[in-house]
């Protein structure tokens, strides 16, 4: 009987841990939630002065994040993604799934860093501010502040310029 009882205790703190596991990751989603849609917001406040029909255009759309190790198809991370259209020109802020540690990090799309490098917007958990990312083959990525000074230069490189 020792053993049934020995068993019992086993599977009590395996659902314990599972059931922390789980509280833990809600937590983490959440939070990870949170500061996107307040990423979002932010650049919306930035853009407000200078959005514009056909010249430049915000919105945001519900988005599950999903990746290698976590297929949409059962990933629980809900969140939203917000799309930019300048001068006809789309730009995205994709989330990716919370990294390690609960890292943020989204996929920027619509610039190119060169050949075959990316740009990704990254929040460590323990600060509140973002960083541009720019990758590029080996080489250590170049990181910026992320702000609307920053954003707007950005978007500036997109607006074709007359050649002449």
């Known amino acids: 009987m020792d053993d049934v009882r020995q068993l019992g205790e086993m599977l009590r703190h395996y659902a314990d841990s599972e059931a922390h596991k789980k509280q833990l990751f ?90 075959y490098g990316s740009v990704s917007l990254v929040c460590m958990p323990s600060s509140n501010g973002w960083q541009w990312r720019k990758t590029n083959g080996l080489k250590d990525p170049d990181t910026f502040v992320f702000d609307a000074d920053f954003l707007a230069q950005q978007l500036q490189s997109l607006i074709p310029r007359e050649r002449g």
């Open 26 to 115: 809600e937590t983490q989603s959440a939070e990870w939630a949170k500061r996107i849609g307040e990423l979002f917001d932010q650049i919306q406040q930035w853009l407000e002065p200078v959005l514009a029909p056909n010249l430049l255009e915000v919105s945001r759309e519900a988005y599950v994040a999903s990746g290698p190790s976590v297929p949409v198809e059962t990933s629980t991370f809900k969140t939203e993604k917000l799309s930019i259209t300048i001068a006809g020109k789309p730009v995205e802020f994709v989330p990716d799934v919370m990294g390690a540690g609960g890292q943020i990090s989204l996929a920027v799309m619509g610039f190119t860093a060169a050949r």
